[in-house]
């Protein structure tokens, strides 16, 4: 568990959001280009959680919002999703939801609660719809921040880059995708050319280069065109589903029980 300033003041947040909110977290991890690994020192913290209500918050005829939304300054957001509203999401195998269970920054969890939750993630992850996710944030990623374009902003092309690479991850079945980019360049990305531009790029990206628009890399261009061609005429990857009886047994057991 991470232990800095930043850090100390999200668990303080935290610990002030369940009193007022009445609630109790069970998890709470960074997201974004923080728990990517290509953050600049001035990027911001993008916290994540999961909590639950008290037993009787359950036992009512109305609905009730099922986030927490807290921006605390410019460069700290604070937000989070109630455990059912989760549990839904994660039947659906939510990419988003997969990574941030495996994020390498978690600022608190409850030990048994992520246990049994990365077990469920891992029974409920569906290949089909993490690359479907995955192929068509690339794409729309590429066409709304760089293609045709004169000048682009080069921080664009790891917006484009990660997705893709998950795609790649995905058709090789090596399973849930990663949190970190490196992982995923050191696992899937085999073109010397356009790995040596890429850690180019995440060199200036880490050592606070603004990364202001300039004309576009060709390496890199050329790359993402003939990947996303080559990825849309894949066949589908296989899929699994899960025993949607366990998401019940699951949610009661942290739900009801307090």
Same mark, same amino acid.
């Given at each position: 568990m991470t232990n800095n300033p930043v850090s100390e003041r999200v668990r303080g947040a935290l610990t002030r959001l369940e009193a007022e909110q009445n609630v109790r977290v069970l998890y709470a991890c960074e997201s974004g280009s923080r728990a990517w690994g290509f953050?600049?020192?001035?990027?911001?913290?993008?916290? *994540?959680?999961?909590?639950?209500? *008290?037993?009787?918050?359950?036992l009512s005829i109305e609905s009730r919002r099922d986030v927490i939304e807290e921006p605390l300054s410019e460069e700290l957001d604070v937000s989070g999703w109630e455990l059912r509203k989760a549990l839904?999401?994660?039947?659906?195998?939510?990419? /988003?939801?997969?990574?941030? @269970?495996?994020? /390498?920054?978690?600022?608190?969890?409850? /030990?048994?609660?992520?246990?049994?939750?990365e077990e469920l993630a891992a029974m409920?992850?569906?290949p089909l719809r993490c690359f479907a996710?995955?192929?068509? @944030?690339?794409? &729309?990623?590429?066409? &709304?921040?760089?293609? &045709?374009?004169?000048?682009?902003?080069?921080k664009k092309y790891l917006y484009v880059f990660r997705p893709l690479l998950a795609c790649r991850w995905i058709e090789?079945?090596? &399973?849930q995708v990663p949190m970190l980019f490196q992982e995923l360049v050191d696992a899937v990305l085999e073109e010397p050319e356009v790995r040596a531009a890429l850690e180019a790029l995440l060199a200036r990206k880490r050592a606070g280069d603004e990364l202001s628009k300039s004309a576009p890399d060709a390496v890199l261009s050329r790359f993402i065109v003939t990947e996303l061609a080559r990825l849309k005429a894949l066949s589908d990857p296989g899929d699994s589903l899960g025993d949607l009886d366990e998401l019940d047994i699951f949610f009661r057991r942290y739900a009801l029980k307090n």
């Open positions: 953050a600049s020192h001035d990027s911001d913290y993008d916290v *994540r959680f999961l909590y639950v209500h *008290r037993r009787e918050w359950y839904r999401l994660l039947r659906k195998s939510n990419p /988003p939801l997969l990574e941030w @269970m495996k994020s /390498p920054v978690v600022y608190h969890h409850d /030990p048994d609660f992520t246990r049994e939750f409920f992850y569906s996710h995955y192929l068509h @944030m690339a794409s &729309g990623n590429w066409k &709304g921040y760089l293609e &045709g374009r004169d000048q682009v902003s080069l090789r079945s090596l &399973g």
